[in-house]
């Protein structure tokens, strides 16, 4: 069975029996992150002058990845950013996240050190989808890790919505709101903190404010 077998939210809930909460652990009102001038004026060339929307394809390789390599930029040096690498914990949770973020493994480059963000494109903009794959993969993460107190966070986006979960223990919490491509320095805010909170270790119990400096 892999990730992309998962098409529920429901079904991973009960078949890995993890609890769900729906609380604010990312303060989107709060978040706010300025774009780079290079990138902004990238992004108005794509969404001028090519169809953005035309495919799964299209979404992904002109929105979904420039804004999460420009978030990514300042972590890069002891953060890794893969496209479609495979990870696999057993026989079940198993398969290739669309994009993830992990440490840098002593061994290089090539190998995957502990992973701690993924990101999944909701496919024909189904959320519920997106999720039941998202929170499969934050799982295998968290499995491959060694330790269920990890926090594992999740995004899923397709293109113009952008929605964060958080895996801890046996706990699955997705954020109340979302954020919006349409306000850009908004969202880099959002996904800043949430690489804040996963890279640098600075886990925010969901009970308390989070916001991005």
Known sequence: MAFSDFKT???VLEKFRITYTVQDFVQI???????????????????????????EAARCETIIFPILKEVYKPYAKDYALWI???I???????????????TRSELGLPVVGIPLIVL??????????????????????????????THVYGIVSDGTN????????????????GASMHNLPQLFGAI????KAGCNGQH???SQENSSE
């Open 192 to 195: 800043d903190t949430v690489f």
């Open 120 to 149: 999944v494109e909701a496919k024909k903009n189904d959320f519920d989808m997106g999720w039941g794959q998202c929170i499969a993969e934050m799982l295998a993460a968290q499995k491959i890790n060694g330790d269920p107190d």
């Open 88 to 102: 696999s914990y057993d026989e079940t949770l198993n398969g290739t996240p669309d994009y993830l973020i992990a």
């Open 29 to 55: 009102d709060n978040a706010s992150c300025t774009p780079s001038e290079q990138f902004l004026e990238e992004f108005e060339f794509c969404t001028q002058h090519i169809d953005i929307y035309a495919s």
């Open 9 to 11: 939210i429901s079904e």
């Open 84 to 86: 479609k690498k495979a």
């Open 204 to 206: 925010t119990n969901t």
């Open 162 to 177: 952008w929605e964060f979960g958080l895996l801890y223990g046996d706990n699955f919490t997705r954020n109340r709101i």
